[in-house]
């Protein structure tokens, strides 16, 4: 079953709890982070819990317990959902005052659903997806996990409007940042390519798990800015987050991506991501 929690209290998913002086809710004044469950593990919790403190303390949010205490309250509410396949979302923000810009002295707010994972369908990772680029008109600070997110949500709606499953984050000097909620990476002449890791993008987990696949695989990878020109010529190109995994993108803006097929060096990370998931995790 589906499972809430917030500041202390485990509770039903659809009780209404939000009080109307909620930071979060005013000002998206707060972080957040997602977590797969696999077999009833929680699946790199360990690296989503330090980013979390991490945008925590960028925000200078004090989390209201230690992460050790996160954790706990994470595997209780797994063990009451009884849920084996699961997605795990919670978020900090800065409290619940009266509303006003300045930082109240008040205890931060921790909130965390426990539903179903999403399905993601068997013919994306067989066939790819289609993608469209878009004009990146975030914050500057995006290596911060915020709830700020309208940006990202406007460009996934647009790209899905036009029949697409993401949009890939694009500069005003033509180079790729990031997709909308995801990393973005492209494969060209057996080397592996991905945007560097600067405040212009999020520091994904599975980002890290993948080049951390790459370099026990051997695949020479470059952590460097490139173009959509790059981009749209490349062998292969995917997309990585914790609730898709290891996407393949064989189609930008009706453009086929090579031969508009996957790719085999994509394939070989996804391969070896599966193998990753199904020996990790916290029991």
Partial sequence: MEIGFINGEFIDINKAVLPIDERGHQFGDGVY????????????????????????????????????????IIMDGLSLSQLQEAEIYFQVTRGIATRNHLFPKVPASFTMTIRPARIVLKQ???DGISATLSNDERWTNCHIKSLNLLPNVIAKQKAFDSGYFEA?????????????????????????YTTPLTCNILPGI???????????????????????????????????STSVEILPICSVDHNLISNGKPGPITKSLYEAYSQLYSLKGVK
């Fill in 206 to 240: 599975t980002r890290a798990a993948v080049l951390a696949i790459a370099k026990e695989k051997q695949i020479i990878f470059k952590e460097e800015s490139f173009s959509t020109t790059f981009l749209m010529d490349a062998d292969e190109v995917f997309m990585t």
């Fill in 33 to 72: 982070e997602v977590v797969k469950v696999y077999d009833s593990s929680p699946f790199l919790l360990d690296e989503h819990l330090l980013r979390l403190e991490k945008s925590a303390s960028e925000i200078r949010i004090n989390l209201p317990y230690t992460l050790h205490e996160v954790k706990k």
């Fill in 124 to 126: 994306y990772y067989n």
């Fill in 168 to 192: 890939i984050l694009v500069t005003k000097d033509a180079y790729i940042t990031e997709g909308t909620s995801s990393n973005i990476f492209v494969v060209k002449n057996n080397k592996l």
